[in-house]
């Protein structure tokens, strides 16, 4: 059994982790940042999501001892040239707050028309191991935005964005999560990553 830490403290997220990892390589146990001793966190200041994911997996790999992954993730719309990309945890603010988010790309983008609204969602996993080799996985769930928040399963953006591969017309806060982890950034970057492991 191989012990993994994810740096993160987000159990959502580590739970999600837990399930694919489960069906790509089994002989894999997964920690948090909550089950080893603390270390400082280096803030991310990287200008691109594979940057930040591995700014934390280094830490975590150096102050651990253990094959670290750590993931970077946001939304990229066409129509703002990317953004708010590596800043759509603080788009609107330091706070990190997921209303005032969304209230600002809704206001943003209230002049766009539907066939212009394209965006999607990025994430950078990077697994790094503590004799210094490191590898990074992407994946990205295309969709569009709409023009208001609709569905309770989700955080961040979630509520205005309709992926395209989702199996009806709602938004990714309105999609079960096993339909979620199945087409979503995050869970499409860890499969890779997760097959990467079980080699």
Same mark, same amino acid.
């Given at each position: 059994?191989?012990?993994?830490?994810?740096?993160?403290?987000?159990?959502?997220k580590l739970?999600?982790?837990r399930?694919i990892?489960?069906?790509?390589?089994?002989q894999?146990?997964?920690?948090g940042l909550?089950d080893?001793?603390?270390?400082p966190e280096?803030a991310?200041?990287?200008l691109?999501?594979s940057?930040?994911?591995l700014l934390?997996?280094?830490d975590?790999?150096?102050?651990s001892?253990?094959?670290?992954v750590?993931?970077?993730s946001?939304?990229a719309?066409?129509a703002?040239?990317?953004m708010p990309?590596?800043?759509?945890?603080?788009?609107?603010?330091?706070?990190k707050?997921d209303e005032?988010?969304?209230?600002? @790309?809704?206001?943003?983008?209230?002049?766009?028309?539907?066939?212009?609204?394209? $965006?999607?969602?990025?994430? =950078?996993? %990077? +697994?790094?191991r503590?004799d210094?080799g490191?590898?990074v996985?992407f994946?990205?769930?295309?969709g569009?935005?709409?023009r208001?928040a609709k569905g309770?399963?989700?955080f961040?953006?979630?509520p205005l964005?309709?992926?395209d591969e989702?199996?009806e017309?709602v938004?990714?806060?309105? @999609?079960?999560s096993e339909?979620?982890n199945?087409?979503?950034?995050?869970g499409? $970057?860890f499969v890779?990553? =997760?097959? %990467? +492991?079980a080699?």
């Open positions: 059994m191989v012990k993994i830490l994810l740096a993160t403290r987000n159990v959502g739970a999600e982790l399930d990892l489960s069906a790509e390589a089994a894999v146990e997964l920690v909550n080893v001793e603390s270390f280096t991310e200041t990287e691109t999501f940057g930040n994911a934390k997996a280094r975590g790999a150096r102050h001892g253990l094959v670290t750590a993931d970077d946001g939304l719309v066409d703002l040239n990317g990309g590596v800043l759509s945890a603080r788009w609107a603010g330091s706070q707050d005032a988010n969304n209230r600002l @790309l809704l206001d943003q983008m209230s002049d766009i028309p539907d066939e212009h609204r394209g $965006a999607r969602f990025v994430c =950078a996993a %990077a +697994l790094v503590p210094g490191e590898e996985f994946g990205e769930m295309t569009r935005l709409g208001a309770t399963n989700g961040g953006y979630d964005f309709y992926p989702a199996s017309n938004t990714s806060a309105e @999609l079960s339909e979620k199945r087409i979503s950034h995050r499409k $970057a890779a990553l =997760a097959q %990467a +492991l080699r």
